[in-house]
């Protein structure tokens, strides 16, 4: 990592294709996320429909997707693989050619391990205000990417992170200082087309839509779908659709059944829920209806 301008904090998880670091630039002092991925695994064309997705990543900017620093391609010998005072052992150095994603740090982690240490706390599910807040911040970097005829199709709570300025901890209810951040997108897509399988199976897919379980090509109303989930996961902290087998779930989905919401749930946000989760694609709303729903058009805010 020395030919490079960052040094290796620790690893913050292992992804689906490599592995994942926090960084530091050795210049700037700035935290970055570093995501490796190992090209050797790959073949010449899925390697040049990886690098083609970088450079489309390399050219979004929005203040909800997690910001896109640089990539480059570098041999990796392994030695700062576990980070300071990693494992020295016998067996030959490893020389992988990896490609390096370089992105914006965000701090407080993902909208998944937020949602189950709030849980876990026993303080009660979030206002609707909060839910609706949050949202809409997802619905805008949603609308950027279709605007750009890109779809995620791996959005799930997981892949949505939060980066905040305050010192506040978000998951405190005056907390508001933070944005959310839709990342690990375009990667996935590339990388799931010759790995779908593999995928299902070790994944859980609780967020395919129907269209996906009936083997219909993946579109936008699929991501519209995942918002849904996403959104009946905020307001709930539950899969909006859950079961022990993949038959079971497969069975839930295509019959769209989902737990009824709380009875203090509002009648805007009950409708809005189900209509993200209508099993005919074709009802489901665009992003641009989406926004013209009064009571999500009221709350967003005018400069964006
Ligand atoms: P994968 O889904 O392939 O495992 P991800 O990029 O989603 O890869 O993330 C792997 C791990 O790294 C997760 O634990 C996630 O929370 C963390 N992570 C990924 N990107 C960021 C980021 N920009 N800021 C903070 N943590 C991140
Ligand atoms: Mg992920």
Known sequence: MNATPYSIIRPIGGGSFGQVFLCQHKKEKQLYVLKKIRLQMMDEKEQESTEMEVRLLSNLRHPNIVGYKESFIMLDTGDDLGGEGGMKSDLPPREDLVLCIV????????????????????????????????????????HFLHERRILHRDLKTQNIFLAGRGSK??????????????????????????????????????????????????????????LGCILFEMLTFKHAFDAQSINGLAFKILKGKFEPLPASTSEEMKQLVSALLCTNANHRPTLREIFHIPFIRKRIPSVV
């Open 103 to 142: 992105m914006e740090y965000c701090e407080h982690g993902d909208l998944y391990t937020l949602l189950k240490r709030r849980e876990a706390k026993n303080k009660g599910t979030y206002s609707e205000t909060k839910v609706v807040e949050w949202f809409i911040q997802v619905v805008l970097a949603l």
């Open 169 to 226: 901890r978000p998951d405190d209810d005056s907390a508001g200082n933070f944005a959310l951040k839709i990342g690990d997108f375009g990667i996935a897509k590339v990388l799931d087309s010759t790995r779908d399988l593999a995928m299902t199976q070790i994944g859980t897919p609780y967020y395919m839509s129907p269209e996906l379980f009936k083997n219909r090509p993946y579109d936008f109303k699929s991501d519209v779908w995942a």
